[in-house]
């Protein structure tokens, strides 16, 4: 049993241990808290809210939208927007960054989301979740898309909402990695989950075997050498999960460690990658890292990449330590 610490006064007892915090993170935490809240009701309705199925319209990725990609949205912009410590905000499915709104004030973060991560799945009933990452804003006034194209490096916090059989908050500010549950009784999210740790070894991977032939070399070898297990040159039997959803896939992997990939692809327009390094790659690969595991596009630090564009796709390589590194050194292996 916990002791009943809910995420608000974890969050301002955190902010208390900060010298130069002022109090406007904790209540952008809180707005973020709240919109997931909504989000949750949502989903968990589902049909009964008639917010399943296509909305017919396309995203900027070229990708159909769900009725609750919108929906959800709108969820995110309309509770972050008048709280008062944004100066802008960017999300997966809005072409171009969005602007507070004239009649509120302006503070000093930036807000980037993915309002609903996996929503192929939520017709299926299957995980789905919002995915967010924080940074300053040193623009002197309104901020431009280069003040969004930060590194993940200098995120000032990142976190994802898992709708499952539970709906679950992982949140860092770069100082671990704590998990909360959404208690629904009370309509807070309960600190059930402190310090959560990956280990750094696991004989788990996670990647869309379907693409196969499309990976590179050192891809195919690391999951080769994966799929000969006991017989093969790492001499134990790996197992396979493939959820086709990031926040489930990197709720799994933090409470038990594994890899997940999805890698770069020889096909074009995917040669890039698959997910967006602003709402998925860069707050999931704080996250990993801030619990002990690593996130690389293979070649290099995801945290380390300077982006050149608010929908930029990168390559994933994440999870446990050791296997992330294994695979990196494949890679530079076969560049040599
Ligand atoms: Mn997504
Ligand atoms: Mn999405």
Redesign the pocket.
């Known amino acids: 049993m916990n002791n009943n610490v809910s995420l608000s006064q974890f969050i301002l007892e955190q902010q208390r241990s900060l010298k130069d915090a002022s109090g406007t993170l904790s209540l952008l935490l809180k707005d973020i808290a709240t919109a997931c809240k909504k989000i949750s009701h949502l989903v968990n309705r589902g049909e009964l809210m008639n917010v399943l199925g296509s909305a017919e319209s396309e995203n900027i990725h070229g990708e159909v939208q769900k009725k609750l990609?919108i929906i959800t949205n709108n969820i995110m912009i309309d509770t972050l927007n008048w709280g008062g410590s944004l100066a802008g905000m960017a999300s997966?499915?809005d072409d171009e960054i969005i602007a507070i709104p004239t009649q509120y004030p302006k503070g000093k973060y930036l807000a980037l989301f993915?309002?609903?991560?996996?929503?192929s799945n939520i017709d299926v009933n299957l995980a789905v979740g919002t995915i967010f990452s924080i940074l300053h804003s040193h623009a002197d006034d309104e901020p431009k898309t280069e003040d969004f194209l930060q590194k993940g490096c200098d995120q000032v916090c990142a976190g994802f909402v898992l709708y499952g059989p539970s709906t679950l908050m992982v949140l860092t500010t770069g100082n671990g990695v704590n998990g909360f549950t959404l208690d629904q009784d009370i309509g807070e999210f309960i600190l059930t989950h402190p310090n959560m740790r990956i280990p750094e070894n696991s004989s788990e991977f996670a990647i869309n075997m379907s693409n196969q032939r499309f990976w590179e070399a050192p891809v195919q070898r690391y999951i080769n050498e994966c799929l000969q297990g006991s017989e093969g040159p790492r001499g134990k039997n790996f197992n396979m999960r493939w959820i086709a959803s990031l926040v489930a896939e990197v709720y799994r992997i933090l409470t038990r460690g594994g890899v997940f990939m999805y890698p770069l692809d020889l096909r074009k327009p995917l040669t890039e990658g698959r997910l967006r390094i602003m709402?998925e790659a860069n707050p999931m690969a704080f996250i990993i890292e801030q619990a002990g595991g690593s996130c690389s596009t293979g070649r290099e630090r995801m945290l380390d990449i300077k982006p050149t564009s608010i929908h930029q796709r990168v390559p994933v390589i994440l999870g446990s330590k050791n296997e992330v590194e294994r695979i990196v050194a494949y890679h530079q292996e076969s560049t040599h």
């Not at 993915?114 to 929503?119: N, R, V």
């Open positions: 990609d997966e499915e993915d309002p609903l991560d996996g929503s709402y």
